[in-house]
């Protein structure tokens, strides 16, 4: 069962002690964790938002402002951008909650014009609904009155009309209903009519009023007319109301759950919720198929039904954490599921839960919780849950909320009407409820497998002042204190500033991406979060000096004291070896632009060309062998030999390069980006073209990639520094090797070769040209753990499609992560893949996403494959790294039953 007993990992300030129930994962408006310290900006649409402004302040009554709006989205030509649909649903919002004044505008206007407004606007958004926009869409259609046919009519709502006439109550209310409602409800109407009708019917129906019985129920009957024409229903009148309208089998699936919604306790909550899936499945349909004026009563219905869902799990989230005895976790995989269902079915990322929903439902079939493979894989799936929240989240804070501000500071909006519409936004939401149920059932998980609720990539011990950002690259690198980043978000391709100690990020990571091997090489701690709450207590200390402590087993960390401040545990050191290990040559007259990579030395292609062709030597098809792509090496000096016969270009080319090296902060000016200009007008000689001809065919793909001679060093590995352009045909390199030779200038490169203490004019770059491989399955091996230190074992990342899910770590996830020790082969999964899209090389569209279904994947599915194939790797791993006598980090694919290697270097931070 997933209910061990509570388990406190680390101390009182630590990650592990933060770990209390909570939606993690969905930003609190105004209080994100952790967060940058300015505000994220809105793009700019100053044209469709003046107008939206320009005819807020243009018109009067309700009516006028709707009718803007009509004009605004129905008269314009273009299809309308998510930003331009957020700012109308946003206005409409707040017009709808009467936080925009409305007056009368002195004319007179049934409420037919209202409804047809309203069946115009739903028409547009119609022709413009996008799986991407769909769910702002909806919140525009909860903002708009009924454009049912019976308010269509020229005279619609004549109720009232026969009620102020009646002869059965006193002259002063028939004035009163007839001036205050029937009037002003022909003539200007607006919400705040609702209200007054409200306010009516209580008065007519207090205790001891004494009115016609026939006139109380008359007016009953309008109100409910009233309610319907604003959208004002209850979910139960909501409900009875579609009765009619639906088939037999439908109406019985409405009778149920309204005999179901009201009941209490775990089990019949979860049983409503059952039901209240099934309807909304059942109204998916009929939103699609109908065209007549119950389609929208059947939209409203299902937003009702939504927002009902949200109440209900938090019900049962209630009753699940106060049951006595204790309930198992398991209780809460099914309401997962029936949660992204529901997600799924308010147009939020459809597929992706569709594909998360799959896993669930192949996971707990057969679950045995006392194993633990099963465990860890049902984690990654879970995880993949919470990450649909944050991604939600991100998108809210993105598209919404930052334009809330603005147009309600625009309308004149109350601030605190503002504060309430952010917030409801994400803590109102069912996507809120999915964090907490996903926390809870992660913290169970981390329980049964006896997990922190941290990923340590980097062990030790920094001192430094907390600073919070977004990302890394917010951080100036001035150098004049050291710095603890807790960072919202990694790409993966940072460059660490100099000052940087350790770094605290709010998500996971690959271990061996590329910003893991700098992290590793420089001696940065860093940690990275399964729950982002678990970095508020530090983000808290944002400006003050911390001691920061972690391992594996536990991370904490303390305010530092004057002596430790003093002390100040330093970088280690650029060795200063490195700059006299940098080969540098010309190239003869006489020689070969580019050679085959069996002949590519160190002096002329550098130590990634010389490790492939060793590779190569090694290589052999077999049990634990493995294949290394054909490939072509384009020499050191061939860019400076082009550069040459231009003598303009050739010295603006070294002076620039020369500039680089007096620039304190390298990078940021316009120097790198000269240089990449000047390198991206050269031209590629034909001589290279010409043996690319010879040795592939037309329709080949390739990998065009680094081979700088600042790459791959024993003790600088240059990870992801420089350009690597995968799916290239043959009649396309030219390009493909210019990008390659310019990435030797990017901000990132510059700086960390500045920080190694390598110069600008000492920098080349050779260029390899392999045969593309279109894998199943990319991967990063270590040959000495780096977890660990173990050099009994060797440590494997893996993902499915193309390696730079793992290398750039910009997608969020995990890798599978499996270790083998090398003599005794025993194996040990540490986790399943839950990344939720694979890269994959299309002949036509370049390099493509595949959304995954891990449920569909062998390697999560396949126990024995996993063992087998972690084995193979090990075996792999042992002999390169013999071969080249030391531990190596290695780079492959897999394609079927075969096992290619494309890169082996030396393994950083031992």
């Known amino acids: 069962m997933l209910s061990i007993g509570q388990k406190q990992n680390g101390q009182a300030n630590s990650t592990g002690a933060a770990g209390v129930p909570g939606p993690a994962t969905v930003a609190k408006v105004g209080r994100d964790v952790p967060t940058a310290p300015q505000r994220a900006t809105v793009p700019e649409m100053p044209n469709f938002f003046k107008l939206l402004v320009e005819g807020d302040k243009q018109s009067r009554s309700w009516r006028e402002k709707l009718d803007s709006v009509r004009e605004l989205i129905v008269n314009k030509d273009s299809r309308l951008e998510e930003g331009e649909l957020a700012y109308i649903a946003i206005y409409l919002r707040f017009l709808s909650a009467g936080q925009i004044a409305c007056v009368e505008d002195g004319r007179h206007f049934r409420p037919g014009h209202h409804a047809r ?129 639906a088939d037999s089998k439908e109406a019985e699936l409405i009778r149920s759950f309204l005999e179901q919604k009201s009941k209490t306790g775990f089990e019949e909550q979860h049983s409503t919720l059952k039901s209240l899936t099934e309807l909304r499945d059942s109204f998916e349909s009929e939103i699609q198929n109908r065209s007549d004026g119950n389609r929208q009563e059947f939209i409203l219905g299902d937003i009702s039904l939504e927002d009902f869902a949200f109440v209900l799990l938090s019900q049962m989230l209630n009753a699940f954490e106060a049951s006595e005895p204790r309930r198992s976790g398991a209780d809460l995989l099914e309401p997962l599921g029936l949660i992204i269902r529901n997600l799924a079915l308010s147009e939020i990322s459809a597929d992706e839960c569709a594909a998360t929903i799959a896993e669930l439902n192949a996971w707990i079939e057969n679950l045995d919780p006392s194993e633990r493979d099963q465990l860890l894989r049902l984690k990654a799936t879970v995880e993949r849950g919470r990450r649909i929240a944050e991604s939600y989240s991100e998108q809210v804070i993105g598209s919404l909320l930052s334009r809330a501000e603005e147009l309600g500071r625009a309308l004149g909006v109350a601030e605190h009407a503002i504060r309430v519409f952010c917030e409801a936004e994400i803590r109102g939401h069912l996507i809120f409820q999915l964090s907490k149920l996903t926390s809870t059932l992660l913290r169970r998980l981390r329980e049964a497998l006896e997990l922190p609720p941290w990923d340590v990539l980097v062990s030790g011990t920094a001192i430094g002042r907390v600073k919070v950002f977004d990302t890394l690259d917010q951080l100036a690198d001035d150098g004049s204190e050291p710095v603890i980043a807790v960072l919202k978000k990694a790409e993966g391709d940072e460059e660490i500033p100099e000052a940087v100690r350790g770094i605290l990020l709010a998500h996971q990571i690959p271990h061996l991406s590329h910003l893991g091997v700098r992290a590793r090489q420089a001696g940065v701690v860093f940690v990275g979060v399964e729950e982002a709450m678990n970095l508020g207590s530090i983000a808290t200390l944002h400006d003050q000096t911390i001691r920061l402590d972690a391992a594996p087993e536990k991370v904490e960390w303390i305010i530092a004291r004057e002596t430790e401040m003093a002390q100040r545990i330093e970088r280690p050191p650029n060795n200063p070896v490195t700059r006299g290990k940098i080969v540098t040559v010309g190239l003869s007259e006489k020689g070969p632009l580019i050679v085959p990579v069996e002949q590519v030395t160190v002096e002329t292609g550098g130590q990634k060309a010389f490790g492939l062709r060793k590779l190569t030597e090694l290589s052999f098809d077999g049990e634990d062998g493995f294949l290394v792509p054909t490939a072509l090496v384009v020499r050191f000096g061939v860019m400076e030999k082009v550069l040459s016969s231009d003598q303009e270009f050739n010295a603006e080319y070294w002076n620039l390069a020369r500039e680089l090296d007096g620039e304190p902060n390298p990078g940021r000016g316009r120097t790198t980006e000269r240089l990449r200009e000047v390198i991206e007008k050269i031209d590629v000689p034909q001589e290279i073209t010409s043996a690319l001809r010879k040795k592939f065919r037309a329709d080949d793909c390739l990998m065009v990639r680094s081979s700088a001679n600042c790459e791959d060093l024993e003790d600088f590995a240059g990870a992801g520094l420089y350009e690597s352009v995968p799916n290239v045909r043959p009649a396309e390199v030219t390009s493909a090797v210019r990008r390659v030779w310019s990435s030797l200038w990017t901000r990132r490169a510059v700086l960390s070769r500045k920080q190694a203490g390598i110069s600008p004019e000492q920098s080349q770059m050779a260029v390899i040209i392999q045969q593309m491989i279109a894998p199943d399955y990319s991967f990063i091996l270590h040959t000495v753990n780096p977890l660990s230190r173990n050099a009994d074992e060797v440590y494997a990342e893996i993902a499915v499609g193309l390696g730079e899910t793992l290398a750039s770590a910009a997608a969020r996830g995990t890798p599978y992560r499996l270790v083998c020790h090398k003599k005794s082969r025993e194996v040990q999964t540490l986790a399943f893949a839950n990344f939720s899209h694979a890269l994959r090389g299309d002949s036509t569209a370049g390099v493509t996403r595949e959304l995954l279904d891990y449920s569909r994947v062998p390697l999560s599915r396949e126990s024995e494959l996993r063992k087998d194939l972690a084995r193979r790797l090990a075996a792999i791993g042992s002999r390169v790294e013999n071969e080249f006598g030391k531990a190596q980090d290695i780079e492959g694919a897999i394609t079927g039953n075969k096992i290619y290697l494309v890169q082996s270097r030396p393994q950083q931070g031992l």
């Open 117 to 245: 407004i309203s069946q115009e606007i739903q028409d547009r958004l119609a022709q413009v609904s996008t799986p991407t926009n769909a769910h702002i869409i909806r919140k525009i259609h909860a903002a708009l009155p009924s454009s049912a046919e019976a308010f269509q009519r020229a005279e619609p709502l004549t109720r009232i009309r026969d009620i102020a006439h009646r002869n059965d109550i006193p002259s002063e209310l028939k004035r009163e209903i007839k001036t205050t409602l029937q009037n002003k409800l022909h003539r200007c109407a607006g919400p705040e009519d609702l209200e007054t009708s409200t306010r009516l019917l209580e008065r007519i129906t207090a205790p001891g009023a004494n009115y016609s019985p026939d006139f109380v129920e008359q007016f009953r009957i309008f109100h409910e007319e009233l309610k319907k024409f604003f959208n004002a229903r209850s979910l139960d009148e909501r409900l009875n109301a579609l009765i009619p309208a």
